[in-house]
């Protein structure tokens, strides 16, 4: 009894504790100055097509909090239709909410002007491949992956093959 | 380097077997992942994280042989342990080099992108690169005539930096690494390095009570196995109070601004 109430806690635990989909980092390159942002997609780098997007550029350049920019945002998918989003300033960067409408690939934009000067331009493509499916087709699989796993599954195949019906030298050869 | 005997009994040494099965598994999961994943963005990031989890797995792994062998002495299953440990250091080597070519020129683009990282980047790369250095000298180093040429005691002392590699390796991933903002990433990885360390504490306590038997009595074998180990537990758990995680920010950014990142 004890034992299972035990595990019944512990289970609750991670249950509660179950992950929340986050965000890693691409690294974008400043089209104006060598700055350089980290773009971080959420949920996990991965959007889904038909729900709520975060993206969010970390920019690496320290005077930019002293500054007053203003930042614009354009999503551009693949049939060219352009989109301004609208974003949020703060100190650590720039982030924008985007419901993507369908898989494909999109282009992003974003200009941080100051006064009329254009301060940086970022531009990035990305890929979304998970949810409402769009019209064309999101990418095929390349041959080479599917040789290199079917090699790899064999060739693993022949060496357990191998080390059992050798396990008894292995045995004695591989000890201290 | 490897002797006319070594290749000779090639089919018989578990070290071959675990080497290409380090081999077939990184061939395995970056085509699986180019099948599954159509961004190559994306690809590039979940193989460098795989590849970055499968070199730490395999440094625990290796990390935990020794005090496992100091508590339950050496029957036949733990000789093979011992002896097929050299291999699981080397797999964890060449997991490492992979994870960092591809986060290096895969997400970072080379040099070039190097400069435009945020300052917690570097310094997380800095302590990677540092760990991947040393763990590259350990797998070089890990055949039998570089052993015989260094003698022993040398080389004994070159792979106690192991130590201070898995401490880099720690800041490493807690400094930009993207999953452990996840509560029950967390609490797992704190489970398994508070065993870790548990183990080590043992090792280092049996080491020293030969070292000074007049120690050797078991309750200052205990109190000093309990120091040790809440020491280094309470060290890693207050690690989020003087180091900042880059994504735990974000992340916590994030969740202050609606939490839209619950599905």
New interface residues.
């Given amino acids: 009894m004890n034992r299972k109430l035990v595990l019944a806690s512990v289970l609750t635990?991670?249950i509660s504790?179950?992950?929340?989909?986050?965000?890693?980092?691409?690294?974008v390159?400043?089209n104006v100055t060598?700055?350089?942002?980290?773009l971080?997609v959420?949920?996990d780098?991965?959007p889904?097509a038909g729900?709520?997007a975060?993206l969010?550029f970390?920019i690496?350049d320290s005077s930019l909090p002293d500054k007053r920019p203003t930042a614009t945002f354009t999503i551009t998918d693949d049939q060219k239709n352009q989109v301004a989003v609208p974003t949020?300033v703060d100190r650590?960067g720039i982030?924008a909410?985007y419901v993507f409408p369908r898989q494909g690939m999109y282009q992003l934009d974003l200009v941080i002007t100051e006064g009329g000067k254009k301060l940086h331009e970022f531009r990035h493509n990305?890929?979304i491949?998970r949810g409402i499916t769009g019209s064309q087709a999101?990418?095929s699989?390349?041959a080479?992956?599917?040789a290199?796993?079917l090699?790899?599954?064999l060739?693993?195949a022949v060496?357990a093959i191998?080390?059992f019906n050798?396990r008894h030298?292995?045995?004695?050869?591989?000890?201290? | 380097m490897l002797s006319q005997e070594t290749i000779k009994n090639l089919p018989n040494n578990s070290r071959f077997y675990i080497l290409v099965f380090s081999v077939l598994l990184s061939m395995f999961t970056a085509c699986l992942l180019r099948m599954q994943v159509g961004s190559e963005q994306l690809f590039y990031i979940r193989t460098e994280q795989i590849f970055g989890f499968i070199a730490i797995g395999y440094v625990y792994l290796a990390l935990a042989i020794s005090p496992v062998q100091k508590i339950v002495g050496k029957p036949g299953w733990m000789k093979c342990v011992l002896f097929a440990r050299r291999a699981i250091g080397v797999s964890a080597a060449y997991f490492a080099f992979l994870h960092a070519a591809v986060a290096f020129w895969g997400q970072i683009g080379g040099f070039d992108g190097l400069g435009l990282l945020p300052r917690t980047f570097m310094w997380s790369l800095g302590f990677g690169a540092i760990a991947l250095l040393v763990l590259f000298l350990m797998a070089a180093t890990s055949f039998d005539k570089v052993i015989a040429f260094m003698t022993f005691r040398h080389w004994k002392w070159l792979h106690r930096f192991i130590y201070g590699a898995g401490i880099l390796i720690i800041l490493h991933v807690w400094m930009v690494g993207t999953h452990v903002v996840y509560n029950s990433v967390q609490i797992i990885c704190a489970t398994a390095l508070g065993l870790l360390f548990g183990l080590q504490s043992w090792r280092i306590v049996s080491d020293f009570a030969k070292r000074f038997p007049v120690f050797s009595s078991r309750d200052y074998l205990i109190t000093i196995f309990i120091c040790l180990w809440l020491v280094w537990t309470l060290v890693l758990l207050s690690m989020p109070n003087y180091i900042q995680s880059y994504h735990g920010q974000h992340h916590n950014a994030t969740q202050r601004e609606g939490g839209h990142q619950h599905e």
């Fill in positions: 635990t991670l504790c179950m992950p929340h989909p986050v965000s890693a980092h691409v690294l390159k400043d060598k700055a350089g942002a980290v971080h959420n949920p780098d991965d889904v729900k709520k975060w969010f970390g690496q949020d650590s982030s909410e990305q890929r491949s999101t990418g699989t390349p080479w992956a599917q290199g796993l090699f790899a599954i060739l693993g060496a191998v080390a050798r030298d292995i045995n004695k050869y591989s000890r201290f």
